[in-house]
């Protein structure tokens, strides 16, 4: 079969995005999908998503990681697919979609037409209660996370894949695992932040529901009360915004933050 694809990144989280609203790409296998991700042999990304039809909303979003198997909710792959409907002209600039963790709105803040690369605000389904765990703390933004605070300056030199991998399979997330963060404080308000994503198993430039779960954690941590956070990974810049209700829970999450269409192209599967 001849599929035609397109490429996206959210600072540095690359997947590819293929459009399947008359569901020609329903029957692609886990092994396919795994295929299109490999760096080497396919396209390579590090998720793959289909944009489906929705009864409820404006499209519906499937995502897949680079081991080909469907998985929970990707922040920035919630904001690739957003560029991509717009790419499709099925929006312009709010919108309405149902992914793996229930119904999300979405904002094209800014777009360049001629670069189709832009900036994309989204937000989060409601985290879960945060947790003291093992050293650190956990919290599900829509993917389970793990989250460790470092010493300052350490995380350029950290071995995030090794250390993330020893935690990933932890017994405290057995049996499906976690995926892991770290964070270096900057200031009070803003934090450098490495994930080791599960399903990937490395690290990624960039992980989105890994950016939300790490700014909560640090809000949490941080003595100055914070609505915003600022978060700096290798693949880019985010802003997190959320409030506290008065349960003292977490609500009305932001994730804002970079996009880029990268190229389409056709492959066989």
Request: glycine share 8%.
């Amino acid at each position: 079969m001849k599929l035609n694809f397109y490429k996206y990144h959210g600072a540095g989280n690359d997947f590819i995005l293929l459009d399947n609203r008359n569901g020609m790409y329903d029957n692609l296998s886990d092994e396919q999908r795994e295929f299109l991700c490999n760096r080497h042999l396919g396209i390579g990304a590090d998720g793959l998503m289909l944009l489906k039809n929705a009864d409820n909303a404006d499209f519906e979003m499937v995502y897949c990681n680079s081991d080909g198997r469907k998985a929970s909710m990707c922040g920035n792959g919630g904001r690739c697919i957003v560029a991509f409907a717009k790419q499709l002209n099925i929006i312009h600039q709010d919108t309405c979609f149902t992914a793996y963790d229930g119904l999300h709105s979405a904002t094209v803040v800014e777009w360049d037409e001629n670069k189709c690369e832009g900036v994309v605000k989204l937000k989060m389904e409601l985290a879960t209660d945060i947790t003291k765990c093992l050293s650190g703390h956990f919290v599900d933004t829509g993917s389970p996370h793990y989250v460790e605070i470092l010493d300052e300056d350490v995380i350029n030199s950290y071995n995030v894949v090794e250390e993330g991998r020893k935690l990933r399979n932890n017994n405290a997330f057995a049996p499906n695992g976690t995926n892991v963060d770290f964070i270096n404080p900057v200031t009070e308000d803003t934090i450098r932040v490495a994930t080791y994503e599960r399903g990937v198993e490395d690290e990624t430039l960039s992980c989105g529901t890994g950016v939300v779960a790490s700014a909560l954690i640090w809000a949490e941590q941080t003595t100055k009360a914070l609505s915003k956070v600022y978060v700096k990974t290798k693949g880019g810049d985010f802003e997190v915004s959320f409030q506290k209700n008065t349960q003292g829970k977490f609500e009305n999450i932001y994730l804002l933050g970079p996009v880029r269409f990268v190229f389409d192209g056709t492959i066989e599967v």
